[in-house]
């Protein structure tokens, strides 16, 4: 099974069905197939296995290069459009990209990348408009001018399933990124856990809020296997996207946290008509069981999924369903700080530093097996070994399993706290802290400390009206935690930074805030 299979399977039988609308704009299966087939052998055109990189916001083009650019045999690389031309510079270095493919509003990037880069070949520019081209100088030409390149033959290359469809790199929290490569069989895998574990519905119409910079992205490829409508956004917009779900009666979506506390703070959530929601997905980075409650108050003819996964795994290996949410609210609030059960088609472990399995309840090191764990990192064989030693790929993440198999994540395993000795994750503070009336988002670090080691420091963005002191906050935690664990240090700021899938940038935090020597 080839990704493209699930546009080609839609359109056969329903080619008039919308798969992707955009603002007024809509895409069919059937123009979806047959412009990505143009896309695919008009690249194939410009060398065999094109590499293509797309810098571009949320646009029914990136779509179709999704399909089209593994079609034709190629990899597309994914670029965050709110990287530097610098960071930008390295990727397409790194991941040897002949053709890129630019948004207009992104093209002034295009001289230093060109003087940057001698293997850029060929630069496509996308126009401010659905359908028109860009005109700008450093642009070679525009992108319905390259389908128009294309004889309508279609694509020759041959295409294995094991062949890498998407280079995504990693959001580069501890460093330098990685490119992942995403191959055919580890996103028909991956969508085939998301299907099951989430119960897609067919014809569903779901809201896509996220960068398409993201492997969220493979969340589209879960909508085309039930032959859904895609419901596309620029970027998130707060008022727009709960307009759109009043007005298009969106029945799914998914979002980071950090975006539900948005709109449950907004004063208008009140007036907009969301009962249409049958599903939300959320993940990306911990939610306090405080503001989950609220959410799934508001979306209460919703089932709420989390979804516990990673770029390395193609999307998600787990999820927490809604059944569980709903015991979790009733009676049983310890099942709403879980991440979930492992996917039908993924195998997941608690394993200690040599890889052996640890017992129930003890925290490790998350392991996860399954044919979504990524084909490795491009060009770099010593951390592809070294994340996938035996078959199992280490998430980084530190969690336990519960008698049940449930999955809690406990912390990240680079942002874990040793502090006097003792292992302090930050995902326990956080949600405590959350809790607090006056806070609303707050992130947990670690500064070095002579004598302790490191310094639990709170990183808290206020509740508007509020203004809880320092003191308070301390002891707000210390009435619920143990001592060791509150924080010494709170910092008050505007907003936490945060990379495009919601995941807040702890090593900026550490870097902003550690003691001067």
Same mark, same amino acid.
């Given at each position: 099974?080839?990704?493209?299979?699930?546009?080609?399977?839609?359109?056969?039988?329903?080619?008039?069905? &919308?798969? &992707?609308?955009?603002?007024?704009?809509?895409?069919?299966?059937?123009?979806?197939?047959?412009?990505?087939?143009?896309?695919?052998?008009?690249?194939?055109?410009? %060398?065999?296995?094109?590499?293509?990189?797309?810098?571009?916001?949320?646009?029914?083009? !990136?779509?179709?290069?999704?399909?089209?650019?593994?079609?034709?045999?190629?990899?597309?690389?994914?670029?965050?459009?709110?990287?530097?031309?610098?960071?930008?510079?390295?990727?397409?270095?790194?991941?040897?990209?002949?053709?890129? =493919?630019?948004?207009?509003?992104?093209?002034?990037?295009?001289?230093?990348?060109?003087?940057?880069? *001698?293997?850029?070949?060929?630069?496509?520019?996308?126009?401010?408009?659905?359908?028109?081209?860009?005109?700008?100088?450093?642009?070679?030409?525009?992108?319905?001018?390259?389908?128009?390149?294309?004889?309508?033959?279609?694509?020759? /290359?041959?295409? #294995?399933?094991?062949?890498?469809?998407?280079?995504?790199?990693?959001?580069?929290?501890?460093?330098? *990124?990685? %490119?992942?490569?995403?191959?055919?069989?580890?996103?028909? /895998?991956?969508?085939?856990?998301? @299907?099951?574990?989430?119960?897609?519905?067919?014809?569903?119409?779901?809201?896509?809020?996220?960068?398409?910079?993201?492997?969220?992205?493979?969340?589209?490829?879960?909508?085309?296997?039930?032959?859904?409508?895609?419901?596309?956004?620029?970027?998130?917009?707060?008022?727009?996207?709960?307009?759109?779900?009043?007005?298009?009666?969106?029945?799914?979506?998914?979002?980071? *946290?950090?975006?539900?506390?948005?709109?449950?703070?907004?004063?208008?959530?009140?007036?907009?008509? &969301?009962?249409? =929601?049958?599903?939300?997905?959320?993940?990306?980075?911990?939610?306090?069981?405080?503001?989950?409650?609220?959410?799934?108050?508001?979306?209460?003819? !919703?089932?709420?999924?989390?979804?516990?996964?990673?770029?390395?795994?193609?999307?998600?290996?787990?999820?927490?369903?809604?059944?569980?949410?709903?015991?979790?609210?009733?009676?049983?609030?310890?099942?709403?700080?879980?991440?979930?059960?492992?996917?039908?088609?993924?195998? +997941?472990?608690?394993?200690?530093?040599?890889?052996?399995?640890?017992?129930? %309840?003890?925290?490790?090191?998350? /392991?996860?097996?399954?044919?979504? @764990?990524?084909?490795?990192?491009?060009?770099?064989?010593?951390?592809?070994?070294?994340?996938?030693?035996?078959?199992?790929?280490?998430?980084?993440?530190?969690?336990?399993?519960?008698?049940?198999?449930?999955?809690?994540?406990?912390?990240?395993?680079?942002?874990? +706290?040793?502090? %006097?000795?003792?292992?302090?994750?930050?995902?326990?503070?956080?949600?405590?802290? #959350?809790?607090?009336?006056?806070? /609303?988002?707050?992130?947990?670090?670690?500064?070095?400390?002579? @004598?302790?080691?490191?310094?639990?420091?709170?990183?808290?963005?206020?509740?508007?009206?509020?203004?809880?002191?320092?003191?308070?906050?301390?002891?707000? @935690?210390?009435?619920?935690?143990?001592?060791?664990?509150?924080?010494?240090?709170?910092?008050?700021?505007?907003?936490?930074?945060?990379?495009?899938?919601?995941?807040?940038?702890?090593?900026?935090?550490?870097?902003?805030?550690?003691?001067? *020597?």
């Amino acid at each position: 099974m080839l990704i493209g299979h699930f546009v080609e399977n839609a359109a056969r039988h329903e080619p008039e069905r &919308v798969a &992707v609308q955009f603002g007024t704009h809509r895409l069919t299966y059937g123009a979806l197939r047959d412009r990505s087939a143009l896309l695919a052998e008009a690249l194939e055109r410009t %060398g065999p296995a094109p590499r293509v990189a797309l810098l571009a916001d949320n646009r029914p083009e !990136a779509n179709e290069l999704h399909i089209g650019v593994p079609m034709a045999g190629g990899t597309l690389t994914f670029i965050n459009q709110r990287l530097g031309t610098e960071e930008i510079t390295y990727i397409l270095e790194h991941s040897e990209t002949t053709v890129l =493919v630019v948004g207009h509003n992104h093209a002034h990037h295009v001289p230093a990348l060109r003087a940057a880069v *001698p293997g850029l070949r060929t630069v496509v520019g996308i126009g401010v408009e659905v359908g028109t081209d860009t005109d700008h100088p450093d642009v070679d030409l525009g992108y319905e001018a390259l389908l128009a390149t294309a004889t309508g033959e279609g694509p020759r /290359a041959a295409v #294995a399933p094991q062949d890498t469809a998407w280079i995504v790199y990693t959001s580069g929290t501890t460093g330098r *990124p990685k %490119g992942v490569m995403v191959s055919h069989r580890n996103l028909t /895998a991956s969508v085939t856990n998301l @299907v099951l574990g989430v119960g897609h519905e067919r014809h569903m119409r779901q809201a896509q809020p996220f960068p398409q910079s993201h492997i969220t992205s493979y969340s589209e490829l879960g909508c085309y296997a039930v032959a859904g409508t895609y419901h596309l956004m620029a970027s998130f917009d707060p008022a727009e996207y709960l307009h759109m779900i009043e007005r298009e009666r969106i029945t799914a979506t998914s979002m980071a *946290p950090a975006m539900l506390g948005i709109l449950l703070a907004r004063e208008d959530l009140a007036d907009v008509d &969301v009962s249409s =929601v049958r599903r939300i997905s959320y993940g990306a980075s911990g939610i306090s069981p405080t503001l989950l409650r609220r959410a799934m108050a508001r979306f209460a003819n !919703a089932g709420f999924y989390q979804g516990f996964g990673m770029t390395e795994l193609a999307g998600n290996a787990a999820w927490l369903d809604e059944e569980t949410h709903r015991l979790g609210v009733a009676d049983r609030p310890e099942l709403l700080t879980r991440a979930g059960r492992a996917a039908p088609f993924a195998g +997941i472990r608690i394993v200690d530093e040599q890889g052996a399995d640890l017992p129930t %309840g003890v925290a490790g090191e998350i /392991a996860v097996r399954g044919d979504q @764990v990524m084909e490795g990192y491009w060009r770099n064989p010593e951390a592809t070994r070294a994340a996938i030693p035996d078959g199992w790929l280490r998430t980084g993440d530190v969690g336990t399993l519960d008698a049940d198999g449930l999955l809690s994540v406990v912390d990240r395993k680079k942002d874990m +706290i040793v502090t %006097g000795g003792e292992n302090v994750y930050s995902l326990e503070v956080e949600n405590v802290l #959350a809790a607090h009336p006056g806070v /609303a988002d707050a992130a947990i670090i670690g500064l070095p400390d002579e @004598v302790w080691g490191e310094n639990i420091c709170a990183v808290v963005v206020v509740a508007e009206g509020a203004e809880p002191t320092p003191e308070e906050l301390i002891a707000h @935690v210390r009435a619920h935690l143990a001592s060791y664990k509150k924080p010494k240090v709170v910092r008050f700021v505007d907003a936490l930074p945060r990379n495009p899938s919601g995941k807040v940038l702890k090593r900026e935090l550490r870097e902003r805030f550690a003691p001067v *020597p």
